[in-house]
C-alpha cells in the first residue's frame, strides 16, 4: 500500500491538538546503501522570498541568474512546487517535519517552533548522517537535530551580522550572503569524512529591507526594469481579502524602509502613478541587486564542490520558502495563495540520478522535502511524515497515482500585511480559495484561461459544477491531512494575531 493511500484509509480526522497517527507502518526508502561512501551528500540552499519568476531558468523577464540556472542545466527545475503556507517560519517548520503547520504546531511567525519532534535531521543523524544548519533559521527556538549550527538571530541583518554558533553569539564583519557562504565552505572543509552530511545552508536574502551587498550596490543604476502586466490591478473581481491587505507599493511600501532610509524618499512633487513607478523601481532593483549576490555567491560554491570532488555524490537543492509578489497585482510580499508568492523556485542536482536539463511539470509541496531527503539517504521514513518522496520524479518517473491538486492554509492574520486567513485547493487547471476569520469570502480563478489571476468566476453560474468538485476535493483533503474547519477555529482561538504598528500610528 502506498504511503498515501494508509493515510487516507486511517482516516485522520482528528486535529492538531489530539493528534496521533493510528497505526504505525514505515515506509521503506526505495534504495539502501552497502557502505557510507556511496550515500549521498545533501545541500539544501535556501533563499528567503525569491520568487521563481527572478530567475532566469524559470524565464525572468527581469534579471540574469546564470549560476543559479547552472543547477537547472544540469539537473532538474521543477515547474510546479507550492508551499503550503505561504509564510517564512511555517515554511521552514513544514519543510523540517513534513508535516502541515496544523500538525507540526508552527501556523505562524509569531508562535515558537517546538523542536522536541520530530524533524529529518534528527532522522538523517540517527541513521547515520553529519548534519550542519548554517545562516537564517528563524524558529525561535535552539536549533536541534544538527551536529554544528550557526544561524542568524531572528531575522538577521545583512551588514556585519551577528551569528548564534553552538549557543555563542559571534559578531561577523562582511555581507551575510558572502559569510553564509564561506561558512558552509568551512563547515565542509572541516567535517568529519567518514560520514555523509546534510547541510542546511540558508541565505537570509532577498527578505526585507533588501539591503544590497557591496558588489552590486550600482547595479540597475541606468536601467528601467519592467513592470509586471498585472502592476494596476484594480481587485474588481476579488473579495474584500485583497482590498484590505497591507501590501501595496502605492500605499504600503514605505513601512518596509525604517523611517531615515534615503532610499525610500522620492523626489519632491511625485504623486499618484508616477510616485507607485518610482517605488516599484526603488524596490525591485533593491532586491534583485540582493539576488545577484545569491547568484554569484551560488557559482562560488559550486565551484567549490567540484574543487571538492563532491559534485557528483552531493544532491545540491536551491528553493526559497516561499514567492514572493515583484509588483505582480500591485504588491510586494507573500502570504496569499495567488501564484507569485504560492510558487517555489526547486532546482535539484543530482548527476548519479537526474537527467541534466530535465523539467519536471508534477505538483509538488515543500512538505514533500522531508521524505525526499530520507529516501534518498537510504533512511526509513515513519508514517505519521505526510509528504511524499520526490525520488521517482528525479528519476524521470511520475507515478499515475501523483498527487493531482494541493492544499494550502494560512493563518496569520491580524498581523504584517493584514492577509485574511484562507485555505483553498489547486488543481493544474482550477484554484480554489476561501477567505475566513472576519470575513466569509470565497474566490475561484481558471487558470487556463486567466493564469494572471484577474477574474474571480466564483459567482459565474457556468462554474457552478467546478466549484462543487473543488469544494468536495478541498475536504477531501482537509481530511487526507487531518485539517479542518473545527480545527482553523481552535487556531483563531490560541493565535489572537495583533494590529501591526503602522496601522496604530495612522489612525
Ligand atoms: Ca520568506
Known sequence: MRRRDFIKQAGFTAGALAFTPLAKCVQSPSKSFDNNSERPNIIFIMADDHASHALSCYGSKINKTPNLDRLANEGMRFDNCFCTNGICAPSRAVILTGKYSHINGHVNNVTTFDGSQQTFPKLMQKGGYQTAMIGKWHLKSTPTGFDYYSVLPGQGEYYNPDFIEMGEKKKHKGYVTDIVTDKCMDWIKNRDRSKPFCLMYQHKAPHANWKPGPDHLNMYDDVEIPEPPTFNDDYASRSDAARQCDMTIEHCMDYQYPPDDKRMTPPKGLTGQALKKWK??????????????????????????????????????????????????????????????????????????????????????????????????????????????????????????????????????????????????????????????????????????DPDELRNVYDDPSYAKIVLDLKAELKKLQHQYGDSEELAKEFIAKYKGFIPPYREKNK
Not at 418 to 426: A, P, Q, T
Request: charged share 30%; aromatic share 16%.
Open 280 to 449: 516599484y523601481q526603488r524596490y525591485i532593483k533593491d532586491y534583485l541587486r540582493c539576488i545577484a549576490s545569491i547568484d554569484d555567491n551560488t557559482g562560488r560554491f559550486l565551484d567549490f564542490l567540484d574543487e571538492q570532488g563532491l559534485s557528483d555524490n552531493t544532491i545540491v537543492i536551491y528553493t526559497s520558502d516561499q514567492g514572493f509578489f515583484l509588483g505582480d497585482h500591485g504588491w510586494y510580499d507573500k502570504r496569499f495563495m495567488y501564484e507569485h508568492s504560492l510558487r517555489m523556485p526547486l532546482l535539484v542536482r543530482y548527476p548519479k540520478l537526474i537527467k541534466p536539463g530535465s523539467v519536471a511539470d508534477a505538483m509538488v509541496l515543500n512538505l514533500d522535502f522531508a521524505s525526499t531527503f530520507l529516501d534518498m539517504a537510504g533512511i526509513e521514513i515513519p508514517d505519521d511524515i505526510q509528504g511524499d518522496s520526490l525520488r521517482p520524479i528525479l528519476e524521470g518517473r511520475k507515478p499515475v497515482d501523483w498527487r493531482k491538486s494541493i492544499y494550502y492554509h494560512f493563518y496569520e492574520y491580524p498581523g504584517w500585511h493584514m492577509v485574511k486567513r484562507h485555505y483553498g485547493v489547486r488543481t493544474q487547471r482550477y484554484k480554489l480559495m476561501h477567505f475566513y476569520h472576519d470575513i466569509d469570502a470565497w474566490e475561484l480563478y481558471d487558470l487556463k484561461k
